[in-house]
């Protein structure tokens, strides 16, 4: 078992920023490739980064790329989403996720998910 926790989450206006964190407990954390999604009301859950368990890959949708940027400290266990230039449709709950599989993390079949952290983007 993997447990996630995510905080960060916050009131931004846009054009802001915030960081994201994601602590990750119960198996050995640098074994798993970590990412983040998002699901805004009435929509369903997206991709957002995705990072493997090296660091040395990252992925990110086409709708952040440039201003998200995804991190790993694999001596704390974490993984980091540090959110630049937001704007209001980055609004939603963001969600952490892990796997041993890179592109089942990509994909979100994975079964580790953390909570969840709101990130609200106003105008």
């Known amino acids: 078992q993997v447990q996630l926790v995510e905080s960060g989450g916050g009131l931004v206006q846009a054009g802001g920023s915030l960081r994201l964190s994601c602590a990750a407990s119960g198996r050995t954390f640098s074994n798993y490739a970590m990412g983040w999604f998002r699901q805004a009301p009435g929509k369903e859950r997206e991709f957002v980064a995705a990072?493997?368990?090296?660091?040395?890959?990252?992925y990110y949708a086409d709708s952040v790329k440039g201003r998200f940027t995804i991190s790993r400290d694999n001596a704390k266990n974490t993984v980091y989403l540090q959110m630049n230039s937001l704007k209001p449709e980055d609004t939603a709950v963001y969600y952490c996720n892990a796997d041993r599989n890179l592109l089942t993390v990509v994909a979100g079949r994975n079964d580790y998910w953390g909570q969840g952290t709101q990130v609200t983007v106003s105008s």
């Open positions: 990072i493997s368990w090296s660091g040395i890959s990252t």
